[in-house]
């Protein structure tokens, strides 16, 4: 297997001025190219701090994490972070804001700007390139927010609650929208959630953590179709398996 990410043996201990909280208590998995793998679990229980440390953001208090075989240190341009809010600027125009990495890391060549402008048209975006965000409904905010996500080409995608904040029709939309873009592209992915028919919907494996401090309870492969779409797949027979079953994991984490 062409293994992009290992996590090993990882734990987390907050430090704040009155006390000492262990978010993470040990946490290990591996992730191979071109997979998409869920983190379910409780609020809380340490899933936006699981990100950070993959994405070099937080520095383990314990373990190690390697990208491709190197120790993370600090953040790189081979991770995206994507998050519940689209965290678009306002001022800045779709195209602005989806070229905005390139403008920060000064990567601003053509072969960059070219990449970003065909991924605009790609996926539906070119007509709107100079509008701004509050011009956009949700969904199409959150297709951008993608993009600009893509702009420096990372391999591995770290998607924090992208569709909470959306109402429950445009969440499924977007969810398959972003899953369709994510595979075309052909990137890796993690996504954190904690809605189990969204994860069961988009994962060729979930992996469900127990309440604060967090360890893998357990590890579900999903023989899933990856051309089926988020939604479609939530026709298949094996849905409501999959969804008592985690449901139950959920309920004893
Ligand atoms: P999740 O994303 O699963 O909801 P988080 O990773 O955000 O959980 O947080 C895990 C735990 O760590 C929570 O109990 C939270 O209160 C605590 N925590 C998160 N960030 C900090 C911080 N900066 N300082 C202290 N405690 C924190
Ligand atoms: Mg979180």
């Known amino acids: 297997m062409d293994e992009i990410l ?85 001022w800045r125009t779709i195209e602005r804001n989806a070229m905005l990495p390139l403008e920060v890391s000064g990567k601003k060549e053509n072969g960059n700007k070219t990449r970003v402008n065909d991924l605009l048209l790609k996926y539906g975006l070119d007509d709107f390139r100079r509008r701004y965000p509050s011009e956009l409904s949700g969904g199409m905010r959150q297709r951008a927010a993608l993009i600009r996500t893509l702009a420096p080409d990372p391999e591995l995608l770290l998607l924090d609650e992208p569709f909470s904040a959306l109402d429950y029709q445009t969440r499924l939309n977007v969810c398959d929208d972003v899953y369709r873009i994510i595979k075309s592209e052909g990137k890796t992915a993690i996504l954190v959630t904690h809605d189990i028919s969204e994860a069961i919907s988009v994962s060729d494996r979930i992996l469900v953590l127990s309440s604060r401090p967090s360890v893998v309870l357990h590890e579900h492969v999903l023989d899933t179709d990856k051309s089926v779409s988020p939604l479609k797949r939530r026709e298949n027979p094996d849905f409501s398996k999959w969804f008592e079953r985690i449901w139950g994991e959920l309920n004893h984490a």
């Open 6 to 90: 290992t996590m090993k043996n990882v734990s987390l201990i907050y430090h704040t001025p009155k006390t000492e909280i262990t978010a993470i208590e040990n946490v290990s998995f591996t992730l191979s190219r071109g997979e998409f793998v869920s983190l379910i679990g409780p609020s809380g229980c340490g899933k936006s701090s699981i990100l950070s440390i993959v994405a070099g953001l937080l520095r383990p208090s314990g373990g190690e994490v390697f990208l491709r075989g190197e120790k993370v240190k600090k953040p790189s341009a081979s991770v995206g972070y994507m998050f519940q809010r689209d965290e678009l600027f306002p």
